[in-house]
């Protein structure tokens, strides 16, 4: 199957977020490529626990998760495309326990910024490592804000849909402001939220 006809046709807004999608209930491996040679988390057997997926394009990593994973649009800087960095099954290719990461890179130097989103299953416990600053956005929900002082990045981390979503910021180009990368996260994360609500 060409992993590019289901949805050549589409245009990237739609593919961002499209209310009402019916998304597969598992990861839809026939858009995707296995990665045979990827580090995995082994089980006690042995056996691996972790299955790395390379994906044609942003759009067909999108469009084969088994939840809505909206990208901000308005970023604070002229950045390129968001790309998939990781794209990986948690539990033994059973499709549900999915990890997703994309990143947008600030004048294609990483080195310089970025803004990545993250995604995964939340319906196991988990709660941010490290000291976090609860901080309510987008209709009092409440995130988990966190600060790097020694590489400069902030995140900002919240649980929507039994889906734990992560935001990251990093801006070499200006000066490290605590309160500045806090304001630009919850616009980042109100974004995605706000097409959450289109449903």
């Not at 082994?42 to 299955?51: E, Q």
Request: glycine content about 4%; overall charge negative; some cysteine.
């Amino acid at each position: 199957m060409d992993p590019c006809r289901r949805f050549h046709e589409y245009h990237w807004n739609h593919l961002v977020f499209v209310p009402g999608n019916d998304f597969p209930p598992t990861l839809d491996t026939d858009l995707l490529e296995e990665v045979e040679d990827a580090t995995h988390l082994m089980d006690t057997d042995n056996m691996p626990l972790t299955t790395a997926y390379i994906a044609p394009s942003t759009e067909a990593a999108l469009e084969a998760l088994p939840f809505e994973l909206p990208l901000p649009e308005n970023l604070p800087f002229d950045g390129s495309p968001f790309e998939v960095v990781d794209l990986l099954d948690m539990n033994e290719k059973d499709g549900k326990e999915i990890r997703v990461k994309l990143k947008s890179v600030l004048n294609d130097d990483p080195l310089e910024g970025w803004i990545s989103v993250e995604a995964e299953d939340a319906t196991g416990s988990r709660l941010p490592t490290g000291i976090a600053t609860p901080v309510k956005f987008s209709d009092q929900r409440t995130g988990h804000f966190q600060t790097n002082q020694s590489l400069e990045s902030s995140m900002l981390q919240w649980t929507e849909n039994d889906i734990w979503y992560t935001i990251t910021y990093l801006n070499k180009q200006e000066t490290y402001d605590v309160q500045k990368h806090k304001e630009i996260l919850v616009d980042l994360a109100e974004q995605i939220m706000d097409q959450f609500n289109k449903q």
